[in-house]
């Protein structure tokens, strides 16, 4: 789960870690009122989900409280597209104004588990203010890690090695030994998945302050962070992936005209890659989980369905334990519930397939019934190519 | 032959009394596996089916001599009774269980480094060495005993493929699901290793699906180690980065962990990729001739 910066400051601040200070405003006046309370220059920053907000016209620096009324005045209800919002933008709610600060060096620090090894890593970056895949990609060298044991826990070397690394001595290193071991506690505590400071800056008058943050949390670990759970703002989400979660139901919604409801994630992957094979393309990743009851499906069905750009829906089950003639009884009555209008293309595979197909056929639905994998994919072209776009 | 499981395999289940764990402990004694005990805190002394219930593990592992546990108790318990397991003793330990916080695996992970205790999952359906032992919740019924392995992080891929083999009378000497998520016990290359020793096995076919680096750390062993062909698909071609694609693990940040890194990896490595999985049988059946 992700969460605006504003609320990942809050837990930065609660748990010592400088931040700038300044407050969220939904509206331009507030936005004045907060400024004129900082005095001096101030950041307006737009609060969505995704990065690159600077780049899209986001984040504006205001000299005066009416500059930070203006500045706010076109980010508030501005559609921000971002290399993450994708091309339809997020419309942006609120702004977090910020004091300004006089900024002498860039860095970056972040937390992460590693897959490979199986523990948190910690990095940091004197190449701050860079996404870290882009500090990565060009110059790895500046890339300082080190991995946590969880036999050990967090010890004070895995603080030294990064800070002393970064060449930080007197005062600004004793302010990163013990900015790095908070935020690491504050990913341990809470279930992050990522907390990251890009960038952690170098003030004039030499402090360590988070200029921006950044947290994302573990789905599976929220029932017992109820603190982090409220924080959830569905706004930033698609309406039908919501709905969908909603219903236990994993979807994602792509630019395609191709509906697919699937089993299991991984033959709904390889659905959606076999549709593109064919000459299609997916309208969504949708996984109905391995049992596909007929209350799923028809959930399913009915959110797929809400997507206009579907022209054509593909359902690929592969029937196991639970037996083919359930699954196809179950979509018939789902498919009757929704009144489907479109073409639909199943294709059933696995235990008891024969009575499966034949309930399908003698519904009295205009399924087109597909041998197998291949055939469904192809089926779904031929149709798709019929219909004018 | 088979790896990890077989005739003489012994399971325990924990969570048999729950709902999931009382149906697939049925299937799993239906398809002939020897589920010995199950655990459930608290119900020691009751039986289901006719299987002894017990509070503990090491219970199971002294009275009836399991040497395998399937793990069904919800995710919040499941790391628990992983270590349970481990410290009981079984040789393998394989976690159903869905939603397994990350950071509960990196102390598993940690613990388990060292002990002679293999874990499979979580998240995923289970192994089964066709005609000799199932554990976990795939359908049995679509498997048949040969000589192909197949290792997957996906649970429908996997039947999806099996379906193809038996299709064409290409029998499974073992199949295993690794699991969906970020944090997994076994790797693609532990399996990799035990089906290249295993002199049952002719043809190896990997299921690959986007996120992480494990396929490429496997096309790295295959090329050093593996002298058997090996055949193999990767999930998530059209996969948009920044979105988990159902399973914890199947995303693409940061511009890594894209289907096309991986395939080229492979493709590398000298394993036969095909495009199209529904290709799967057919290359499966071309590689064997």
Redesign the interface.
């Given at each position: 789960m992700k969460i605006h910066e504003f609320q990942a400051k809050k837990i930065l601040k609660k748990y010592g870690v400088p931040i700038p200070r300044g407050a969220v405003a939904k509206t331009p006046a507030k936005a004045k009122k907060i400024a004129e309370e900082l005095g001096g220059k101030s950041v307006v920053k737009a609060q969505i989900h995704a990065g690159g907000r600077g780049k899209g016209g986001g984040v504006k620096v205001a000299g005066t409280p009416d500059e930070a009324y203006r500045a706010a005045q076109q980010i508030i209800g501005m559609n921000l597209i971002t290399h993450q919002t994708g091309p339809e933008g997020q419309k942006v709610k609120q702004v977090l104004v910020e004091e300004g600060l006089e900024v002498v060096k860039e860095l970056y620090l972040g937390i992460v588990v590693d897959r490979a090894l199986a523990m948190p890593v910690i990095m940091v970056s004197e190449a701050g203010g860079m996404d870290i895949e882009e500090i990565a990609a060009t110059s790895p060298e500046k890339i300082l890690k080190v991995a946590v044991d969880p036999a050990t826990g967090f010890m004070g070397f895995h603080a030294r090695k990064l800070s002393f690394g970064l060449g930080l001595e007197k005062d600004l290193n004793k302010q990163a030994l013990s900015l790095i071991a908070q935020l690491f506690n504050i990913f341990m505590e809470k279930d992050a998945t990522l907390v990251e400071i890009n960038p952690l800056v170098i003030t004039g008058n030499n402090r360590l302050i988070a200029l921006d943050a950044k947290m994302t949390f573990d789905d599976d670990a929220l029932f017992r962070h109820p603190d982090i759970k409220k924080l959830y703002d569905a706004d930033e989400l698609d309406r039908l992936e919501v709905e969908a979660s909603q219903h236990s139901l994993n979807y994602i919604k792509l630019d395609g005209n191709v509906g697919c409801m699937v089993n299991g994630a991984g033959l709904a992957m390889a659905t959606m890659d076999i549709i593109k094979l064919a000459g299609g393309s997916p309208a969504n990743f949708l996984d109905v989980g391995g049992g596909a009851s007929a209350e799923q499906v028809e959930n399913a069905l009915r959110i797929l369905l809400a997507d206009e750009n579907v022209k054509v829906v593909l359902i690929n089950i592969f029937g196991g334990i639970l037996r083919c003639d359930r699954v196809a009884t179950g979509m018939v009555e789902a498919a009757k519930k929704v009144k489907l209008q479109l073409p639909l293309v199943v294709r059933l595979e696995g235990t008891n397939v024969e009575e499966g197909r034949a309930i399908l056929r003698e519904s009295g639905l205009t399924f087109e019934v597909a041998m197998d994998f291949r055939d469904a994919a192809e089926k779904v072209a031929a149709i798709t190519k019929t219909i004018v776009p | 032959m088979s790896i990890l499981i077989d005739e003489n395999t012994r399971v325990v289940v924990q969570g048999i009394t729950g709902s999931e764990g009382s149906f697939h402990t049925k299937?799993m004694v239906a398809y002939g596996s020897k589920v010995v005990a199950g655990v459930t805190p608290g119900k020691g002394g009751q039986n289901v089916d006719g299987i002894p219930v017990f509070n503990r593990v090491e219970d199971a592992v002294v009275h009836e001599g399991a040497n395998a546990s399937c793990i069904f108790v919800p995710?919040?318990f499941a790391a628990d009774a992983i270590v349970e397991a481990v410290d009981a003793g079984v040789d393998l330990v394989v976690c159903i269980t869905e939603?397994?916080?990350?950071?509960?695996?990196?102390?598993v992970?940690?613990y388990l480094t060292g002990k002679k205790t293999r874990l499979i999952g979580p998240n995923c359906?289970g192994l089964i060495s066709p005609g000799k032992c199932k554990i976990g919740?795939?359908?049995g019924?679509?498997h048949k005993e040969g000589k192909v392995g197949v290792i997957?992080?996906?649970?429908?891929?996997?039947?999806?493929v099996v379906?193809q083999l038996t299709q064409r009378d290409i029998g499974q000497s073992s199949c295993i699901g690794i699991g969906?998520d970020?944090?997994v016990g076994t790797s693609f290359i532990d399996l990799l290793a035990l089906f290249s020793d295993d002199p049952a096995t002719d043809l190896i076919i990997i299921?690959g699906?986007?996120g992480?680096?494990?396929e490429e750390?496997a096309g790295a062993f295959v090329n050093e180690q593996v002298k058997k062909p090996v055949l193999g698909?990767i999930?998530?071609?059209?996969?948009?980065p920044?979105?988990r694609?159902?399973?914890?693990?199947?995303i693409i940040s940061?511009?890594?962990g894209t289907?096309q890194e991986k395939i080229a990896a492979w493709e590398q490595a000298g394993i036969t990729v095909v495009?199209?999985?529904?290709?799967l049988g057919e290359a499966a059946a071309s590689l064997l001739k």
């Amino acid at each position: 789960m992700k969460i605006h910066e504003f609320q990942a400051k809050k837990i930065l601040k609660k748990y010592g870690v400088p931040i700038p200070r300044g407050a969220v405003a939904k509206t331009p006046a507030k936005a004045k009122k907060i400024a004129e309370e900082l005095g001096g220059k101030s950041v307006v920053k737009a609060q969505i989900h995704a990065g690159g907000r600077g780049k899209g016209g986001g984040v504006k620096v205001a000299g005066t409280p009416d500059e930070a009324y203006r500045a706010a005045q076109q980010i508030i209800g501005m559609n921000l597209i971002t290399h993450q919002t994708g091309p339809e933008g997020q419309k942006v709610k609120q702004v977090l104004v910020e004091e300004g600060l006089e900024v002498v060096k860039e860095l970056y620090l972040g937390i992460v588990v590693d897959r490979a090894l199986a523990m948190p890593v910690i990095m940091v970056s004197e190449a701050g203010g860079m996404d870290i895949e882009e500090i990565a990609a060009t110059s790895p060298e500046k890339i300082l890690k080190v991995a946590v044991d969880p036999a050990t826990g967090f010890m004070g070397f895995h603080a030294r090695k990064l800070s002393f690394g970064l060449g930080l001595e007197k005062d600004l290193n004793k302010q990163a030994l013990s900015l790095i071991a908070q935020l690491f506690n504050i990913f341990m505590e809470k279930d992050a998945t990522l907390v990251e400071i890009n960038p952690l800056v170098i003030t004039g008058n030499n402090r360590l302050i988070a200029l921006d943050a950044k947290m994302t949390f573990d789905d599976d670990a929220l029932f017992r962070h109820p603190d982090i759970k409220k924080l959830y703002d569905a706004d930033e989400l698609d309406r039908l992936e919501v709905e969908a979660s909603q219903h236990s139901l994993n979807y994602i919604k792509l630019d395609g005209n191709v509906g697919c409801m699937v089993n299991g994630a991984g033959l709904a992957m390889a659905t959606m890659d076999i549709i593109k094979l064919a000459g299609g393309s997916p309208a969504n990743f949708l996984d109905v989980g391995g049992g596909a009851s007929a209350e799923q499906v028809e959930n399913a069905l009915r959110i797929l369905l809400a997507d206009e750009n579907v022209k054509v829906v593909l359902i690929n089950i592969f029937g196991g334990i639970l037996r083919c003639d359930r699954v196809a009884t179950g979509m018939v009555e789902a498919a009757k519930k929704v009144k489907l209008q479109l073409p639909l293309v199943v294709r059933l595979e696995g235990t008891n397939v024969e009575e499966g197909r034949a309930i399908l056929r003698e519904s009295g639905l205009t399924f087109e019934v597909a041998m197998d994998f291949r055939d469904a994919a192809e089926k779904v072209a031929a149709i798709t190519k019929t219909i004018v776009p | 032959m088979s790896i990890l499981i077989d005739e003489n395999t012994r399971v325990v289940v924990q969570g048999i009394t729950g709902s999931e764990g009382s149906f697939h402990t049925k299937q799993m004694v239906a398809y002939g596996s020897k589920v010995v005990a199950g655990v459930t805190p608290g119900k020691g002394g009751q039986n289901v089916d006719g299987i002894p219930v017990f509070n503990r593990v090491e219970d199971a592992v002294v009275h009836e001599g399991a040497n395998a546990s399937c793990i069904f108790v919800p995710a919040p318990f499941a790391a628990d009774a992983i270590v349970e397991a481990v410290d009981a003793g079984v040789d393998l330990v394989v976690c159903i269980t869905e939603g397994v916080p990350v950071l509960e695996m990196v102390k598993v992970r940690s613990y388990l480094t060292g002990k002679k205790t293999r874990l499979i999952g979580p998240n995923c359906p289970g192994l089964i060495s066709p005609g000799k032992c199932k554990i976990g919740i795939m359908p049995g019924t679509i498997h048949k005993e040969g000589k192909v392995g197949v290792i997957s992080r996906s649970g429908t891929l996997t039947y999806e493929v099996v379906w193809q083999l038996t299709q064409r009378d290409i029998g499974q000497s073992s199949c295993i699901g690794i699991g969906g998520d970020p944090l997994v016990g076994t790797s693609f290359i532990d399996l990799l290793a035990l089906f290249s020793d295993d002199p049952a096995t002719d043809l190896i076919i990997i299921i690959g699906e986007i996120g992480g680096t494990a396929e490429e750390e496997a096309g790295a062993f295959v090329n050093e180690q593996v002298k058997k062909p090996v055949l193999g698909f990767i999930a998530g071609q059209t996969a948009p980065p920044g979105r988990r694609m159902g399973h914890a693990g199947a995303i693409i940040s940061g511009g890594k962990g894209t289907a096309q890194e991986k395939i080229a990896a492979w493709e590398q490595a000298g394993i036969t990729v095909v495009n199209n999985p529904a290709l799967l049988g057919e290359a499966a059946a071309s590689l064997l001739k």
